[in-house]
């Protein structure tokens, strides 16, 4: 198996909701990264988890809020997002993190995620 | 400042054409380039990573060639086929620890037409 798994694929939301978006990897990967990516653009960090902790977080704003409940699983929770907010959401795993040299990065296929 | 810059922007190409994409970047101290195809709406698929010591990396009709003194690389696409429609993103990695070391170019958008 090597496969990132993301869900939902789409999701539309208003901004009083509270959603979550999941990612989920079974190849043992110790590493676990959230990006954002905006239509035509590259995508732009927001956390890396390493060994289930939170070693970066690129200053996102608190209505975004991770969760790494094991090794293999890792949650974005979602309140009071903004119509800007909108975006596609990868999950990527590596083996460790990308500290290390040849270090693969694995995507998932994102959430499309609206805020109405 | 660490910059990873791509051109063209935007490419088309009729099918079985071959095309070569381009990558600059500015990153250092450099740890290794990677290649991703991306799909619209999906993830990124990783195509190559070349680290400093290698000048030339294929994968099926993708070769990726690096040159570490101009900070230059390429990805040549061999015989396109309508699949190759993606954006390609070149990712240097910086060898740096604690920190996000991994710097994106905004991307070449390939359109193959038949």
């Known amino acids: 198996d090597t496969e990132v798994t993301q869900t939902p694929k789409h999701l539309v939301m208003g901004m009083t909701n509270k959603k979550s978006l999941k990612c989920e990897q079974h190849m043992g990967h110790r590493a676990m990264y959230w990006y954002k990516q905006k239509a035509k653009k590259p995508p732009e960090l927001m956390f890396v988890y390493s060994y289930e902790k939170l070693s970066i977080n690129e200053s996102v704003p608190s209505r975004f809020s991770p969760e790494c409940p094991n090794s293999s699983l890792l949650n974005l929770h979602l309140h009071a997002l903004q119509p800007e907010d909108s975006a596609l959401y990868l999950c990527?795993?590596?083996?460790?993190?990308?500290?290390?040299?040849?270090?693969?990065?694995?995507f998932g296929s994102g959430t499309q995620l609206s805020v109405l | 400042k660490n910059q990873v810059e791509q051109s063209p922007q935007s490419l088309i190409i009729l099918e079985g054409k071959n095309c070569t994409l381009q990558c600059n970047y500015t990153v250092s101290p450099f740890s290794n380039l990677r290649w991703y195809k991306q799909d619209t709406g999906r993830g990124p698929v990783s195509l190559t990573i070349?680290?400093?010591?290698?000048n030339t990396k294929s994968n099926g009709r993708y070769t990726a060639t690096l040159d570490a003194d101009t900070k230059q690389s390429s990805l040549h696409i061999t015989a396109s086929q309508l699949s190759d429609s993606a954006s390609y993103i070149c990712v240097v990695s910086a060898r740096e620890t604690g920190a996000n070391n991994l710097f994106f170019g905004t991307g070449t958008r390939l359109t193959v037409i038949p």
């Open positions: 070349m680290t400093f010591s290698e």
């Open positions: 990527a795993s590596s083996q460790h993190t990308s500290d290390s040299h040849n270090e693969k990065l694995f």
